[in-house]
């Protein structure tokens, strides 16, 4: 392998390997894209050697090392964020192994650094009662009031990770009995989820009122903002928070309203294979065992759950050669 190897190597793996042959997602591939560039502006600032001269033999276990305990000492990452950055180092350095055999020693020391040991914390959850205050609190007499009830109620009821509902199109929706919603989740995995009676009334006022009723507006974002794009998770997070503080409920996320849902499930005696099924918690171990869970045995799951209806609300790429500065091409990627 020729020297300067580094740069096509990591171009090759950020614009064919992950999308066309691992079929990751973009919102994977622009997390992998942010670790590289953190270890690219390392390499450049603190070891002196220029992203675009880099070498794969310069990227040594020791120096992977080094810059993880640096992105903790100096970046102030969380250990959970540094396990995140390792685990994209560790996906590249996979595939560099099998493109350039000569490295594989150097590559098996990378892929032997482990991942650091965090305390597993608590994640909170609302009670019901903090549920219905919530859901009830945007102004339905302004539209963007009925906008923000329909989203957070459609948080709650499906459990959705909050890119999932970010990505949700008008078409993922379907509103005649049983009614569901389509989610697509990490590795672009899908799973139906059914909706409460009180959800389906909610959206279907929704889509009318938003003129988003007709089937040419399939591919329509289903929530967007004044310019007509998707709603950012850091979009969906803050329209969360601000109704979080108006009933003064501290500590708010929506990973923590998909945690409530889950416990109200657990409460109410759900079996614990539908819950994981409902939030896509695949499990290859479990899956070989359990056949998927139909729409109809998930609909007769939820109707047993009279704390999860109670608590709804009753309101209405280019390459990066074309640009001799890695880094410049790294962070225009995504886009």
Request: a positive charge; glycine letters at 4%; hydrophobic letters at 35%.
């Amino acid at each position: 392998m020729k020297t300067n190897d580094f740069p096509r190597m990591l171009s090759d793996f950020l614009l064919k390997e992950l999308p066309g042959v691992r079929n990751q997602s973009s919102n994977t591939i622009v997390s992998y894209r942010d670790t590289y560039i953190r270890l690219l502006t390392y390499c450049r600032d603190i070891l002196g050697i220029r992203p675009e001269n880099l070498n794969v033999a310069d990227l040594t276990a020791e120096r992977i090392a080094e810059f993880l305990n640096w992105l903790e000492r100096k970046c102030n990452n969380s250990i959970s964020t540094r396990n995140q950055r390792l685990a994209a180092i560790h996906s590249l350095f996979r595939y560099i192994q099998m493109q350039a055999p000569e490295h594989m020693f150097q590559c098996q020391q990378v892929l032997g650094i482990p991942y650091k040991k965090t305390s597993r914390r608590q994640v909170g959850y609302l009670s019901e009662a903090e549920t219905k205050t919530l859901l009830s609190m945007p102004d339905t007499k302004t539209r963007k009031g009925r906008r923000d009830q329909a989203l957070l109620t459609l948080l709650y009821d499906s459990g959705a990770r909050v890119q999932e509902l970010a990505d949700l199109r008008v078409g993922d929706l379907r509103l005649e009995f049983p009614a569901q919603v389509k989610l697509t989740g990490k590795g672009r995995k899908t799973r139906s989820v059914p909706l409460m009676d009180k959800t389906t009334a909610l959206l279907k006022n929704y889509l009318l009122e938003q003129h988003l009723d007709s089937p040419s507006d399939f591919e329509h974002p289903l929530f967007y903002n004044s310019q007509g794009r998707k709603l950012t998770r850091q979009g969906i997070a803050y329209i969360l928070k601000k109704y979080a503080v108006a009933c003064e409920i501290e500590e708010i996320s929506p990973h923590k309203i998909r945690h409530t849902k889950a416990m109200h499930l657990t409460e109410a005696d759900v079996n614990p294979i539908f819950i994981r099924d409902f939030l896509g918690h695949t499990d290859l171990k479990v899956t070989e065992v359990y056949s998927k869970t139909s729409i109809k045995m998930k609909k007769a799951a939820l109707d047993k759950m009279k704390p999860g209806k109670d608590v709804l609300p009753d309101k209405p790429i280019k390459d990066w050669t074309e640009d001799k500065s890695l880094l410049d091409w790294l962070n225009g990627l995504m886009h």
